[in-house]
């Protein structure tokens, strides 16, 4: 980037909008961002719920996929509701991680710390929304409780920890 131009990131939501313009012309490239938010919107699909980022190892980028499920936050939403709408969506039919909810609330922009995750995370376990065990590598991992989904529907865990519809 040469010293004559100018460089906007703009994130909201998962996705993220990075335009470089010449100073000169950096108002028009600022008119241009609704535009482009809107027409992200609607092209994105549900189902496309991947995002790629890439990294730096050792010399070398590194594409790396992130599952994020798939949720609207609202303004007057606690981190416990935020948790509930992600375990709801089919991301949370698979067994996550501490680490793993703290990314997805990170791709939002929700930054909290550890420990308020993870006290959330166990009262929502205790309270019968979520259920809690331990993996193989002994940390816990967290599941949608059938509670969350419509009646009729029954989620089973096969022996690889992916969860399955039951009928």
Request: charged share 30%; proline share 4%.
């Amino acid at each position: 980037m040469s010293s004559n131009n100018v460089k906007i990131k703009v994130k909201f939501g998962v996705n993220e909008v990075e335009i470089e313009s010449p100073l000169n012309s950096i108002h028009d490239a600022v008119d241009a961002i609704p535009s482009i938010i809107k027409n992200l919107g609607s092209n994105i699909k549900a189902s496309e719920r991947t995002m790629r980022t890439s990294e730096q190892v050792n010399g070398t980028e590194v594409k790396v996929q992130v599952d994020v499920p798939d949720m609207k936050i609202e303004k007057d939403d606690s981190l416990s509701d935020m948790i509930v709408k992600m375990f709801k969506d089919p991301w949370g039919k698979q067994s996550r991680r501490l680490a793993d909810v703290r990314q997805a609330l990170d791709t939002y922009g929700l930054s909290y710390p550890k420990q308020s995750v993870a006290v959330t995370l166990m009262r929502l376990a205790q309270n019968g929304k979520l259920r809690r065990f331990k993996g193989n590598d002994g940390e816990f991992v967290y599941t949608a409780a059938s509670a969350l989904f419509p009646e009729g529907k029954v989620i089973a865990s096969d022996s690889t920890n992916n969860m399955k519809e039951v009928q």
